[in-house]
């Protein structure tokens, strides 16, 4: 049975996208290719980033239609990150607020890719 285990988000700009999460989940790509880079996010979760311009098929729409979240223990965890990211110039999308679902904010990546952080429901 095959394993879901890997979501991709189209870049213009692999190499800025690379520095980009570099920064943000502080460590280095599993593969880096002109065209597509990985990295492993938690257990065999990987994020790819894949060149827009090479992708085949083509994709057939634009614009940002879902969100890479992560997920965290506690409000204060949801505060610290909305503070870091913040302090470190993401744009932030949607301010830190109480949703039904608890803490969250969402920022954005150089691709305009929505970034939330939210808590962790066991």
Known sequence: MAKANLIVLYV???LASVAFYRKLLD???LVSFPTFSSFELQDGFVLGLWAQSTVTPPPSKTGNRSELA???EDEEA???HYEKWK???LPIAQEWTKMDFGPTFVALDPDGH???VCLFDE
């Open 87 to 89: 302090d470190a110039g």
């Open 78 to 80: 949801v505060r610290a």
């Open 27 to 29: 460590k280095e790509p």
């Open 12 to 14: 213009d700009d692999p």
């Open 70 to 72: 992560f997920m965290v």
């Open 114 to 116: 929505r970034l939330r």
